[in-house]
């Protein structure tokens, strides 16, 4: 059963996204804690040293056109770890 925290969906620019995702990098790279918040929500995360990091490019069609997506998705519980190697170029 999937319960779904927090999520946000908005329309920005390529920088601001780069700019935004260079920052959980950050807090990620120093391990500090990631908090994620959008009007009156907020979630707070703690992510363990080592987790699984999935990256999915996926395409929605529907009858008026196409939307493609990139995803990056991490994921970890208290007894897992991730061993796949993945290169971003």
């Known amino acids: 059963m999937e319960e779904i925290l927090f999520e946000s969906e908005q329309r920005q620019s390529r920088s601001d996204t780069a700019a935004m995702l260079r920052s959980i990098a950050d807090k990620l790279d120093s391990g500090d804690a990631v908090t994620l918040s959008a009007g009156e929500e907020s ?47």
């Not at 196409?66 to 519980?77: M, P, R, T, V, Y």
């Open 43 to 89: 979630v707070t995360l703690d992510v363990p040293a080592t987790h699984a990091f999935e990256v999915k490019v996926e395409r929605e069609t529907e009858a008026g056109g196409s939307e493609l997506g990139l995803e990056f998705e991490l994921e970890w519980d208290e007894n897992g770890d991730g061993d796949e190697s993945l290169d971003i170029a």
